[in-house]
């Protein structure tokens, strides 16, 4: 049962543009969710979060969208640059599991120059 | 600096054998969490500790333990290993609930 979905396994964009990473969830009871980028060797590193009481959270060129009636979220990445071009997962929780994260299968992000 | 440090970085055995990973946090945080990462795949919860006491059991097979010591280290054991547990295996740092999760480098465990 994968409770958390990344349907793209790999996503290129122009470096300048915009990249637009998606992720769907199946249950309704979580309430935080995350994005981690990992680059090959490395350990997964925190990007953005957001809370379920909120639909739009924002930390400089990297903004996480919450639909919760679509159970969607997406990350937008503006303006791309070259490091960017690493493997992102979504993941989320929920309060009654002691905030364990459920993490989707990741997305392959790769920035053209 | 994700303020987890995670030894050794890799690690070759035969099936058949025990192995332990270990995990140092940064002091202060008191929650630390183990996951396996197989080929391609996405992160799996293995399991939580939180002050010294096991807080939560994801997809950890009997075969495997873990126990956090007083000063907060880790150590993930995982004994009669077979082929299928190659993998990566990694340590993640939390300052509380709803708070993120910050991680090693990880151990990447090679079975022969």
């Known amino acids: 049962d994968q409770q958390v979905k990344q349907n793209s396994p790999s996503l290129s964009v122009q470096e300048g543009r915009i990249s637009i990473l998606n992720c769907d969830y199946t249950n309704s009871m979580f309430d935080y969710f995350l994005w981690y980028k990992k680059y090959p060797a490395e350990g997964p590193t925190f990007l953005i979060s957001i809370s379920s009481i909120k639909d739009k959270n924002e930390d400089g060129r990297f903004t996480v969208f919450l639909n919760k009636s679509a159970k969607h979220l997406s990350l937008h990445i503006v303006p791309s640059q070259p490091g960017d071009s690493a493997v992102y997962f979504c993941a989320a929780s929920k309060m009654d599991s002691n905030y364990q994260l459920i993490w989707g299968a990741g997305t392959k992000l790769i920035i053209k120059p | 600096d994700s303020g987890v440090t995670q030894t050794p970085k890799h690690l070759i055995t035969a099936t058949g054998q025990r192995v332990t990973l270990r995990c140092s946090p940064r002091s202060g945080d008191l929650s630390v969490y183990w996951y396996q990462q197989s080929l391609d795949q996405g992160l799996q919860f293995l399991i939580q500790y939180y002050n010294g006491e096991e807080r939560a059991k994801g997809n950890i097979l009997e075969r495997f333990s873990a126990q956090q010591f007083p000063d907060l280290h880790s150590e993930l054991n995982l004994s009669s290993l077979e082929l299928g547990d190659s993998a990566l295996y990694f340590c993640?740092?939390?300052?509380?609930?709803?708070?993120?999760?910050?991680f090693g480098d990880g151990t990447r465990l090679s079975i022969l």
């Open positions: 993640a740092r939390s300052q509380g609930r709803n708070q993120p999760q910050h």
